[in-house]
């Protein structure tokens, strides 16, 4: 097996990056460990960019015919759209904080996302034109702002929900309107991405928000031990709501995360999403995505009858998965007005030692930047 040529590290730079990884004690970013004798196999426990034979993705392709010639009835699929969020919740209740691990890799696949060396947002990601001029709200973009479940909140929500009703509003009426830097994570689950960036980046102009649909995730956040309100936070949201805004202004993010989320979306409502969330961004900011790939192991397992649509299947749970291309996210990125600065394959063969098993996994990362403001000529 030998490396596939997505876009990723070549040979001498993805050793450097192995090499200077190990030294720091991190995690080697994706790319970094390539198979090239079969009889080093079951050496590690996951190879990276691994190379399909025709026969291989044949057989995937077959498969997916398969598991897609029968769909699920409209009646079904109805019932898994409009009841989305109770499936989730279902999921979190089961799960609680149990299922996922903290996401510490990040880090390394996304230096955005680690401490900056100064407190001082960085030339790439510039503030608001005008700097304390008047922010637009988000409501002509943004998505559902939901009050948090905590009563301890509630009247800070409402006080908030209130000025959100306006069209307008100043910078300061927002939570996190005075820190230099803000994350937003979409899709947050319990926490595993929001709290390793607490716990790491400790620049003391950082907020971060992050939402869920799910208030039964959100109501676990907020109930976690490490949840600073004044660092942090946590409000219901469905990314599909074009009719409710976010609690924070267009143009007053520099990072917005989206791992394993925007898959669960019914693909005919992925490019308003996008859209919405990339009114969020200031000049220069960046989404950061990383989700399902075509073929992935978890396609090729789904049986007949699970599928909604083309790519788009249901789970035994409820919850819905969509298989992306490179292509597809792309074009949603860029139909947003966002420029490519990454979209590469982690294509993956993951081992199981003990029982000598191999799995095919494929996941996609992106990272796409708002422009920056043309010069004057």
């Avoid at 008047?134 to 006080?159: E, H, I, M, N, Y």
């Avoid at 947003?336 to 993956?348: M, T, W």
Wanted: aromatic share 10%.
């Amino acid at each position: 097996m030998a490396a596939r040529p997505h876009g990723g590290l070549s040979d001498a730079s993805a050793a450097a990056a192995a090499a200077a990884a190990a030294e720091e004690g991190k995690r080697p970013p994706f790319g970094t460990r390539v198979l090239d004798n079969a009889d080093s196999l079951f050496h590690y426990n996951a190879w990276d960019n691994v190379e399909w034979s025709r026969e291989q993705e044949a057989a995937a392709r077959k498969k997916v015919q398969e598991n897609s010639a029968k769909l699920v009835p409209p009646e079904k699929k109805a019932d898994y759209e409009v009841n989305a969020h109770e499936y989730w919740n279902g999921f979190y209740k089961i799960h609680e904080n149990r299922f996922f691990k903290d996401r510490h890799w990040l880090f390394t696949e996304f230096p955005e996302l680690a401490p900056r060396p100064t407190a001082k947002t960085p030339e790439s990601l510039v503030p608001e034109a005008g700097g304390g001029e008047t922010l637009r709200a988000s409501g002509s973009c943004g998505d559902a702002f939901g009050l948090p479940v905590s009563d301890s909140r509630a009247s800070r929500a409402d006080g908030i929900a209130q000025k959100l009703s306006h069209l307008k509003m100043s910078a300061d009426d927002f939570p996190g309107a005075s820190a230099t830097y803000r994350i937003l994570e979409v899709g947050c689950g319990v926490g595993n991405t929001v709290f390793p960036i607490l716990q790491t980046n400790n620049d003391p102009g950082l907020f971060v928000y992050c939402c869920d649909f799910s208030t039964t995730a959100v109501d676990l956040v907020q109930a976690n031990s490490e949840y600073d309100p004044s660092r942090c936070f946590a409000f219901v949201h469905d990314l599909c709501d074009e009719h409710k805004s976010y609690p924070m202004p267009e143009g007053s993010l520099d990072i917005i995360i989206l791992v394993f989320v925007l898959s669960a979306v019914d693909p005919d409502k992925m490019q308003n999403a996008i859209t919405r969330l990339s009114c969020l961004l200031k000049p220069g900011g960046r989404i950061l995505l990383r989700d399902y790939g075509r073929y992935d192991m978890a396609q090729l397992r789904f049986k007949t009858g699970r599928c909604l649509s083309e790519n788009f299947y249901v789970r035994g749970d409820g919850t819905r998965v969509y298989f992306f291309t490179q292509d597809e996210l792309h074009g949603l990125f860029s139909s947003a007005g966002l420029e490519k600065v990454q979209n590469v394959v982690d294509s993956r063969l993951q081992v199981n030692r003990g029982r000598q098993l191999t799995m095919y996994r494929i996941w996609i990362q992106c990272r796409y930047r708002k422009p920056l403001p043309s010069s004057p000529s």
